[in-house]
Protein backbone atom coordinates (compact mmCIF):
# COMPACT_ATOMS: atom_id res chain seq x y z
CA UNK A 1 0.00 0.00 0.00
CA UNK A 2 1.04 3.80 -0.41
CA UNK A 3 1.14 6.23 2.30
CA UNK A 4 -1.88 8.55 1.24
CA UNK A 5 -0.29 12.53 2.14
CA UNK A 6 -3.15 14.22 4.81
CA UNK A 7 -3.51 17.42 2.11
CA UNK A 8 -4.39 15.18 -0.62
CA UNK A 9 -7.42 12.77 0.90
CA UNK A 10 -8.37 11.97 4.24
CA UNK A 11 -9.99 8.65 5.22
CA UNK A 12 -13.78 8.42 4.38
CA UNK A 13 -16.35 8.63 7.46
CA UNK A 14 -18.97 6.74 8.80
CA UNK A 15 -21.22 9.05 10.50
CA UNK A 16 -17.86 11.05 12.95
CA UNK A 17 -15.38 8.25 12.19
CA UNK A 18 -13.31 7.40 10.12
CA UNK A 19 -11.78 3.36 10.15
CA UNK A 20 -8.64 2.79 12.42
CA UNK A 21 -5.77 4.02 9.86
CA UNK A 22 -1.96 3.25 9.96
CA UNK A 23 -0.66 7.41 10.36
CA UNK A 24 2.52 8.90 10.34
CA UNK A 25 3.55 11.53 12.11
CA UNK A 26 7.22 12.00 10.93
CA UNK A 27 8.84 10.38 13.81
CA UNK A 28 6.36 7.02 13.97
CA UNK A 29 3.59 4.67 12.77
CA UNK A 30 1.05 4.36 14.77
CA UNK A 31 -2.77 3.48 14.48
CA UNK A 32 -5.35 6.64 14.42
CA UNK A 33 -8.53 7.49 13.12
CA UNK A 34 -10.32 11.25 11.91
CA UNK A 35 -13.29 12.47 13.37
CA UNK A 36 -15.58 14.95 13.04
CA UNK A 37 -17.54 16.33 15.69
CA UNK A 38 -19.17 19.71 15.69
CA UNK A 39 -17.96 21.11 12.56
CA UNK A 40 -14.46 19.99 14.34
CA UNK A 41 -11.96 17.51 12.14
CA UNK A 42 -9.26 16.05 14.06
CA UNK A 43 -6.82 13.29 14.58
CA UNK A 44 -7.43 11.03 17.53
CA UNK A 45 -4.55 8.33 18.70
CA UNK A 46 -2.72 7.70 22.20
CA UNK A 47 -0.12 6.23 20.11
CA UNK A 48 1.67 9.86 18.11
CA UNK A 49 1.47 13.55 18.11
CA UNK A 50 -1.71 14.08 15.95
CA UNK A 51 -0.97 17.34 15.36
CA UNK A 52 1.75 16.66 12.99
CA UNK A 53 0.14 13.83 11.04
CA UNK A 54 1.45 13.73 7.46
CA UNK A 55 0.38 10.58 6.15
CA UNK A 56 -1.68 7.84 5.86
CA UNK A 57 -2.74 4.32 5.14
CA UNK A 58 -5.76 1.81 5.03
CA UNK A 59 -4.56 -1.21 7.08
CA UNK A 60 -4.54 -3.91 5.71
CA UNK A 61 -7.33 -6.87 5.23
CA UNK A 62 -6.97 -9.18 8.12
CA UNK A 63 -5.71 -12.88 7.33
CA UNK A 64 -8.53 -15.72 6.28
Known sequence: MNW????KKLPSFNIELSDW????DGKR???AFYSRCNNEH????NMMNCSS?????P??????
Open 53 to 57: ITHWQ
Open 21 to 24: VLAW
Open 29 to 31: VGL
Open 4 to 7: IDVK
Open 59 to 64: LPKAPK
Open 42 to 45: TWQS
